[in-house]
């Protein structure tokens, strides 16, 4: 069954170092995702990506962030300068163009910012 | 400020019980409503999707949709131990149909 795949599974750094998340989300879906998790609380989302740009960000996605689609399968998030309330799982998701609305997840990459 | 309110439990239910959750929304445009199941350090994972009025069986999950009420609930029939997880209601909003999440219940299905 077709999945996303998300790389590192975890990842510590230190604080205002520079992070990149990968993702490669299913082949045939064309809008892609980042959520965030920080422990114990709720998934929230950060941005959408569609046809090379992004469609929609939240006030989290602020200017330390940003995403690129460097080829035809990779999905990245880059985080310039973490900070301590960065550390989090990240969740990459993508899902077909249809009216559904159906995510798919990947299964997360925690980032522990130390 | 679109929301999503779930009751954050823990719903405890013993094995074979009915677990009901509920969820309210505060957006009357969202169009698509969504459960998934997330267990401890894992990622979310779909269970339900539902977008017109009435109830949707699959298995022993059934979702129900009241758009009026703004409410949306996820029965599950003959709880196992292994349905014990959190469980997300998510709602689409925005241009993008982006996905608006609860907090979440955690339900634990006592053997």
């Known amino acids: 069954e077709p999945e996303v795949t998300q790389t590192p599974s975890h990842q510590v750094t230190q604080m205002g170092q520079e992070v990149i998340l990968r993702c490669v989300p299913i082949?045939?879906?064309?809008?892609f995702y980042w959520y965030r998790q920080i422990l114990g609380q709720k998934v929230e989302f950060l941005v959408s990506?569609?046809?090379?740009?992004?469609?929609?960000k939240s006030e989290i996605f602020d200017d330390q962030f940003s995403v690129e689609r460097p080829d035809g399968s990779n999905f990245t998030l880059k985080i310039r300068s973490t900070k301590l309330e960065d550390s989090a799982m990240y969740f990459c998701?993508?899902?077909?163009?249809?009216?559904?609305?159906?995510?798919?997840f990947g299964e997360g990459s925690r980032l522990t910012v130390l | 400020q679109k929301e999503v309110e779930q009751n954050s439990g823990p719903l405890s239910v013993p094995e074979g019980a009915i677990a009901s959750l509920n969820c309210t929304y505060s957006?009357?445009?969202?169009?698509?409503f969504f459960w998934y199941r997330q267990y401890s350090g894992k990622s979310p994972e779909l269970i339900m999707s539902?977008?017109?009025?009435g109830d949707k069986e699959d298995g022993r999950f059934t979702a129900q949709l009241n758009k009026a009420s703004q409410y949306v609930s996820l029965l599950i029939r003959d709880s196992q131990p292994s349905d014990s997880a959190t469980y997300l209601c998510?709602?689409?909003?925005?241009?993008?149909?982006?996905?608006?999440f609860g907090t979440g219940t955690l339900l634990a299905v006592q053997p």
């Open positions: 957006d009357r445009v969202s169009q698509s």
């Open positions: 082949s045939n879906h064309l809008y």
């Open positions: 990506f569609y046809n090379n740009e992004i469609s929609e």
């Open positions: 998510a709602v689409n909003g925005g241009a993008t149909n982006k996905l608006i």
């Open positions: 998701a993508s899902r077909l163009v249809d009216n559904t609305g159906e995510l798919f």
């Open positions: 539902i977008y017109s009025n």
